[in-house]
């Protein structure tokens, strides 16, 4: 009896529902890293410990290596150097077709090999995602996996050994790279080797220029190394700061003004004034150049006239009022051409007279295609960033959506206002009107509300294409009537626009993608009289983002990792009558054929 009773034990144990046995834990919530000691053949990770999106692990016997996950990385033919951060399939941060995006490291127009050596920091969204996987430490005994591993302690006290491992499913545009008989040896080669490797090792100065370092010149009739200025404004009367450098990849516009006791002087003297000051000298493409000057010099060519200051009676002529420098670069190749044009200005001698210059310059990447030029900066890529533009298109032109802008007193100006993606505005100014009949002062006032050209079409997604159709929705509008019904001398006029955009986030919550659903222009009108007298009309119009996003619903909860087997004979009855008969239904069959053999048993025992 009691070998049968052991036996019908073993056989429910066997029957029990998988969720009532021990599991391998997940990713530890709120886990702290501590500086437990590696076990034997890891190595260490650096990155820091993240418990969102880890992938459900294995158990890992003694001997058996933790390999968890598809591997994602990077392909090394030979004996080339392996790309730690790879151009992903669709680059979030890359907004200037054509222009290295600073620290935006998947931007193709950087051509860059390693963009850490370059980039102080990646953005996020431009490097491959990564998460750990864990189990209790007390399963492992030795771990021979590839990836970086650490011993962490969750915040209960108990050890996790936690591998990291790249996870696809954390980045919305990743792919994941098969292994197979083509790429294998090449992954062979780079994660096989020893288990303990040397973390120090001594690296030269990278012989290009990194994103903000000076620019070094070169003066050929001095025969001496310089850097690239940029003069700025300082203090409170912006005085020109000359020794200010311009950085690499860093397009920027500064002004400053200069005062001049004795212009008369000044005027040849000073080269400040002088256009040749800025070109008499060549760039060096990298660096490093300093060894080798004949191959690494960039000449600074001219692309306007720069005629040299002249005293004309009581005007000093041609003096430089601004330069705009264009420096194309080809990624850690460097520098590839540098070109100037200047603005000039005359100045009348006399005492105290100032001069206000403007510097201005702007990267690009070498041999730019005339389509990227063409389709200007995007507003994301691919959804909208909150205080871009918001894109417009009329016809196959792109623009940008504006508002009205006042002047000092009040009356609309020339110059309008950019509608920012997720930035509610109101703006209003005062209209003079001519005399016109209504259809022409109907014109009038539209075009001063939404702009010229007026806007048809809003983009979706922030790097719309004007000759992809499918990337642009209609902007819906009503329009007032030419003129009111019952009245010959009335016109029906708008005098405020409201611009409704409706917006939402879709993908994947760790990377939404902010995108526009529709778009509309909603007028109010009003009566005026054709024999008012009115000289000038208000105007106002709104700017309105609605967000439309349909939040998912929040996951159910997962196992502790600190659930044991129970000693208690009739957990399983409890599990099975507190839960759900759904969440249970291959466990009740087995528990009541139990039920049953356990119930013919005592009925067989002899009384």
């Known amino acids: 009896m009691c070998t049968l009773q052991l ?15 021990p599991q391998p834990s997940s990713s530890p919530s709120g886990a702290v890293l501590t500086p437990s000691d590696l076990g034997p053949g890891t190595q260490g990770g650096t990155l820091p410990f993240s418990s969102v999106g880890t992938a459900t692990p294995r158990a890992v016997l003694p001997g058996i290596s933790t390999v968890g996950p598809t591997l994602v990385a990077p392909t090394a033919p030979g004996n080339r150097t392996v790309d730690l951060f790879p151009v992903l399939p669709i680059c979030v941060c890359d907004l200037t077709p054509g222009t290295c995006d600073i620290n935006c490291c998947c931007d193709g127009d950087c051509y860059l090999l390693h963009p850490r050596t370059v980039f102080s920091f990646c953005l996020p969204g431009s490097v ?5 996987v864990c189990v209790d430490n007390s399963l492992i005994f030795r771990s021979n996996s590839p990836f970086p591993s650490r011993v962490f302690m969750d915040s209960n006290g108990i050890g996790q050994f936690c591998v990291h491992v790249n996870n696809s499913k954390l980045n919305y545009f990743q792919t994941l790279q098969e292994v197979n008989a083509t790429n294998f040896q090449a992954l062979a080669t780079e994660f096989g ?11 030269s100065p990278p012989p290009f220029y990194r994103a903000g370092d000076p620019i070094l010149t070169y003066f050929p009739k001095w025969s001496v190394i310089s850097l690239l200025r940029q003069p700025a404004g300082v203090g409170a009367g912006g005085l020109c700061a000359e020794r200010n450098p311009a950085g690499f990849l860093e397009s920027k516009s500064t002004t400053c003004t200069r005062f001049f006791k004795n212009l008369t002087d000044s005027c040849i003297l000073d080269p400040a004034l002088d256009a040749a000051s800025y070109y008499n000298f060549t760039v060096l493409k990298i660096p490093r150049g300093m060894t080798d000057l004949q191959n690494m010099k960039v000449p600074v060519t001219l692309v306007s006239p720069a005629d040299p200051p002249l005293l004309a009676g009581n005007t000093c002529q041609n003096a430089v009022s601004q330069v705009i420098y264009d420096i194309e670069t080809n990624g850690t190749f460097g520098i590839q051409k540098v070109s100037v044009s200047f603005g000039h200005t005359n100045l009348t001698i006399e005492p105290g007279a100032s001069l206000q210059q403007h510097f201005i310059i702007r990267f690009r990447a070498f041999q730019q295609s005339m389509a990227a030029s063409f389709t200007g900066p995007k507003s994301g890529n691919p959804g909208y960033i909150v205080g871009k533009p918001l894109l417009a298109l009329t016809g196959d032109i792109r623009h940008v959506m504006t508002l009205m802008k006042s002047q000092g007193n009040g009356i609309c100006s020339v110059k309008r206002h950019e509608v920012q993606f997720g930035v509610n505005a ?3 100014c005062k209209l003079r009107l001519k005399k016109a009949d209504c259809s022409h002062l109907q014109q009038e006032i539209y075009q001063t509300l939404h702009g010229r050209p007026r806007p048809e079409h809003v983009a979706i997604f922030g790097n719309a294409d004007p000759a992809q159709k499918g990337g642009w929705t209609r902007i819906l509008s009503r329009s007032c009537s030419v003129s009111a019904m019952n009245c010959t001398s009335c016109c029906f006029i708008p005098v405020s626009l409201e611009i409704q955009v409706l917006w939402a986030n879709i993908g994947l919550q760790s990377n939404p993608q902010a995108h526009v ?25 709104l700017v309105n983002f609605v967000d439309i996003t349909q939040k998912p619903e929040p996951p ?18 409890q599990v099975v009558f507190s839960r759900g008969v759904d ?6 069959s087995p528990i009541l054929i139990l039920c049953l053999l356990l119930l013919g048993v005592v009925n067989l025992e002899p009384k």
Not at 583 to 588: F, H, L, R, T
Request: with cysteine; net charge positive; charged share 20%.
């Open 7 to 21: 036996v019908l034990l073993q056989v429910f144990f066997l029957m029990l529902p998988e969720a009532s046995r």
């Open 128 to 132: 491959r995602s990564s998460s750990w």
């Open 193 to 203: 080797g020893e288990s303990f490797t040397s973390t120090f090792q001594t690296q």
């Open 426 to 428: 109101i703006s209003g």
């Open 517 to 541: 659903s529709g778009a509309r222009f909603l007028y109010q009108c009003q009566f005026r009289q054709d024999s008012q007298q009115e000289t000038e009309v208000s105007l106002t119009t």
């Open 556 to 573: 159910r909860g997962q196992p502790r990792m600190d659930w044991k087997m129970p000693f208690d004979f009739f957990f399983p009855f």
């Open 583 to 588: 969440s249970q239904k291959g466990a009740v």
